[in-house]
C-alpha cells in the first residue's frame, strides 16, 4: 500500500489536491481490529474554486489514467489497491484539518482521527457503521469531550 | 439461585479455566488486536480477502500489494 500512498500524495504535491486524509474503512481499521474491507476512502480538499456548482474531479483521474492506472467500478485501481476520492464537506474537511499524521512503511500519509471517524460513521448510520462505532469504544481511546463537541457542531445524533 | 448465576469452571487440555475468564480473554485478544502496527493491520486484512475470495469465489477483490 505504500506505492498508493506514494501516488496520493504526488496528487498533493502536483497541486491536483490541496490536502488528503484516508477514512473509511482503512481508516477505522488503524484504530481498531482488522476486519474486512475492499477499498480505500481518500476524503481530499481541492483548491477553493466558490463560484463551482459542479466539483469536476477529471484532473485527478486524467493525471491518474495518464500513469496508466485503471477504473474498476467507482474504483480507480492504484497500485493494486481500488481507491476511491471522496471531495470532503464541512465535517470531513475540518478532520482533515485536524487528521493523524502517520507514516505507512516510511512513507507519510494522514489518518482522520477516531472522534472525526466517529462522526462520518454516526451519520452515515449504516448498520456496519455503528458496529464500528462500538468498536471504536471497546477498542481503543476516544476523546469524548472532542467527540461530544463534534457532534454538536455538525448537529449529529447517536441514537443507541 | 439459577444455575446460570453459579460460577462455571471448564477443564480445556487439563487447565482449569472460568466460563467468565474465557470471554475476559477474548476482550485482551480483541484490544490487542486493534494495537497492531498498522502494517501488520494491512497484512491480516489482505489475508482476510483471501479467505473472502475463497468463500466467495473469482468475484472477491484481494489488494495485489505484494
Given at each position: 500500500?505504500e ?5 496520493i500524495?504526488?496528487l498533493k504535491?502536483k497541486?491536483?489536491i490541496n490536502?488528503?486524509a484516508?477514512g473509511g474503512?482503512i481508516g ?7 476486519f474486512?474491507?475492499y ?9 477553493e474554486?466558490p463560484?463551482?456548482v459542479?466539483?469536476?474531479?477529471s ?5 491518474l489514467?495518464?500513469?496508466?492506472y485503471?477504473?474498476?467500478g ?11 476520492f ?6 470531513e474537511?475540518?478532520?482533515i484539518?485536524n487528521?493523524?499524521k ?5 512513507i507519510?500519509t494522514?489518518v ?7 462522526a ?5 448510520g ?6 464500528k462505532?462500538?468498536r471504536?469504544f471497546?477498542e481503543?481511546?476516544i476523546n469524548?469531550r ?8 455538525f448537529?449529529?445524533?447517536?441514537v443507541? | 439461585?439459577?444455575?446460570m448465576s453459579?460460577?462455571i469452571k471448564?477443564?480445556i ?5 472460568k466460563?467468565e475468564d474465557?470471554?475476559k ?6 484490544k490487542?488486536q486493534?494495537k497492531l502496527?498498522?502494517e501488520?493491520k494491512?497484512?491480516?486484512l ?7 475470495r ?9 489488494w495485489?500489494?505484494?
Amino acid at each position: 500500500m505504500e506505492k498508493t500512498i506514494k501516488v496520493i500524495n504526488e496528487l498533493k504535491k502536483k497541486g491536483l489536491i490541496n490536502d488528503y486524509a484516508i477514512g473509511g474503512g482503512i481508516g477505522a481499521l488503524f484504530y481498531i481490529e482488522p476486519f474486512l474491507t475492499y477499498d480505500l476512502d481518500i476524503f481530499v480538499v481541492l483548491k477553493e474554486e466558490p463560484d463551482k456548482v459542479i466539483i469536476d474531479l477529471s484532473n485527478i483521474y486524467n493525471y491518474l489514467q495518464s500513469k496508466g492506472y485503471k477504473w474498476k467500478g467507482e474504483h480507480i485501481l492504484i497500485e493494486g489497491v481500488p481507491v476511491q476520492f471522496i471531495v470532503a464537506d464541512e465535517l470531513e474537511e475540518e478532520g482533515i484539518k485536524n487528521a493523524k499524521k502517520v507514516r505507512y512503511k516510511g512513507i507519510p500519509t494522514k489518518v482522520l482521527s477516531p472522534e472525526y471517524l466517529i462522526a462520518i460513521f454516526l451519520r452515515t448510520g449504516r448498520k456496519k457503521d455503528i458496529e464500528k462505532v462500538e468498536r471504536f469504544f471497546e477498542e481503543t481511546k476516544i476523546n469524548k469531550r472532542k467527540l461530544r463537541n463534534i457532534l454538536k457542531k455538525f448537529n449529529i445524533k447517536w441514537v443507541k | 439461585m439459577g444455575k446460570m448465576s453459579k460460577e462455571i469452571k471448564i477443564c480445556i487440555n487439563g487447565k482449569v479455566i472460568k466460563r467468565e475468564d474465557i470471554f475476559k480473554r477474548k476482550d485482551i485478544f480483541h484490544k490487542e488486536q486493534a494495537k497492531l502496527p498498522f502494517e501488520k493491520k494491512i497484512e491480516i486484512l489482505v489475508t482476510l480477502q483471501k479467505i473472502a475470495r475463497n468463500v466467495k469465489g473469482k468475484k472477491g477483490i484481494v489488494w495485489k500489494i505484494e
